[in-house]
């Protein structure tokens, strides 16, 4: 039987299956849809590194009833869209379509979701498509500096480990340890669905009871302990570019944590657009960056927040030691009140225009049952937002504290072919 949380919105949760949230707009003619799979980097030890992004890879290889092709096609010719990704803590399959084709949908992403054909002939195709992939963030600095960055705050844990892998662990990965990912993770009572816009809760329940296979519950994939974070100063250097890149950041609170709304704010004020402080400071003010921006996120064990500027190597010095300045008048001090009251307005009004999209209320939704967090309104949000204090938002600012960060600065050097640490 559905509960309704809200006016439109109701859940359900199927016996040995998964929950189901859904969310009606009256004002859309399509249809967001989203299949969540609680498997992801958290899940793997270090020899299967990156199991979790390549089986999302493989299952749209084909299934028993479906080519690649027809899985995309079946979609495509209404006029709709599949997709997906993976994180640290799970992997998301998704559709968009028009009003209608709900049931369509539900069967494409259930059978490449539960029934993919998992092949070594399709392995070793979509293993150099991932290869491929490693190897272009390979190329980008500002990749390379977060994906060093966070491997250095986490000091080995998994959240600080690539998503994709290693060109080690892909190339070593076996159709035989995919499929065992596979049979523990994808099943129904590992699963979170969402929708939102133009659909019937009761429509998304049916469809499901028929598409979904019937498969006893797994135990859940254990989470691995909570991080300890690190801190400190690393230099690296990478043959060619002409900017160095530096990334500063350190643990914060989980997704659950009161104090996420306070860190929120607080990141924004700092460097969350073009009015933000260090925007202001070294941007326009100083001249010091193109580039420049706070950071937060938020994951079941942990989060972490940070500052990130992209300068020239003459003035990488003089950029950080602004960028600490202001991380450490941030700590000290908070935010004015001024301030406060003008961010969260701007979070508000940003909360409320990025959910006038199907696919922004459906992830809303999905969030709130990958983490086991209670359902607010928007007004319940948008209260949550007004609640924060100046108090709240100093205790948050704690977190910028830059004695307790971590500072990865990449910078051009002659290392060729490969990039080096240089002092730490």
Not at 11 to 34: K, N, Q
Not at 235 to 264: C, K, N
Request: net charge negative; proline share 5%.
């Amino acid at each position: 039987m559905a509960g309704r949380l809200d006016r439109e919105v109701y859940r359900t949760c199927l016996p040995d299956g998964p929950i189901v949230l859904s969310e009606r707009m009256d004002s859309v003619r399509s249809v967001a849809i989203g299949l969540w799979v609680r498997q992801g980097r958290v899940h793997e030890d270090a020899e299967h590194g990156g199991a979790s992004h390549l089986l999302e890879h493989m299952v749209f290889k084909g299934t028993h009833r479906r080519s690649a092709r027809d899985l995309a096609w079946e979609l495509e010719r209404l006029g709709g869209a599949l997709d997906a990704y993976t994180t640290h803590e799970f992997t998301a399959f998704q559709a968009r379509i028009p009003a209608g084709a709900l049931g369509v949908a539900l069967d494409v992403l259930c059978d490449l979701a539960f029934f993919p054909r998992l092949s070594g002939q399709d392995l070793e195709v979509e293993r150099e498509v991932v290869l491929e992939e490693i190897a272009a963030a390979a190329e980008v600095p500002e990749d390379i500096v977060f994906e060093e960055h966070a491997r250095a705050l986490y000091g080995g844990h998994p959240y600080g480990e690539p998503i994709l892998g290693t060109r080690a662990s892909v190339r070593a990965l076996s159709v035989s340890a995919l499929a065992k990912v596979h049979d523990r993770a994808y099943r129904p009572g590992n699963v979170v669905v969402a929708a939102a816009g133009a659909v019937e809760h009761e429509d998304l329940v049916e469809g499901l009871a028929r598409w979904l296979p019937r498969r006893a519950a797994a135990p859940a994939p254990a989470d691995p302990p909570a991080p300890v974070g690190e801190s400190g100063f690393r230099r690296m250097r990478r043959e060619g570019g002409r900017q160095t890149h530096i990334v500063t950041g350190g643990l914060s609170v989980p997704y659950r944590d009161p104090l996420r709304y306070a860190l929120h704010v607080t990141a924004t004020a700092l460097g969350g657009g073009m009015s933000s402080r260090l925007f202001q400071r070294i941007r326009e003010t100083r001249g010091l960056a193109y580039a420049v921006y706070s950071f937060h996120g938020f994951h079941a064990q942990a989060g972490h927040v940070g500052a990130y500027v992209g300068t020239r190597p003459e003035t990488a010095e003089e950029a950080r030691e602004a960028v600490e300045e202001e991380l450490a008048l941030l700590a000290r001090e908070g935010l004015t009140r001024q301030e406060l009251d003008d961010t969260r307005s701007q979070l508000k009004g940003q909360f409320l225009i990025s959910l006038e999209s199907p696919a922004s209320r459906m992830n809303r939704l999905a969030g709130i049952a990958l983490y086991g967090h209670e359902y607010r309104t928007l007004d319940e949000v948008a209260r949550s937002i007004d609640a924060v204090d100046r108090e709240r938002c100093l205790e948050a600012a704690a977190y910028f504290a830059p004695e307790r960060l971590a500072t990865l600065e990449l910078a051009p050097g002659h290392a060729p072919g490969r990039t080096a640490t240089d002092a730490t």
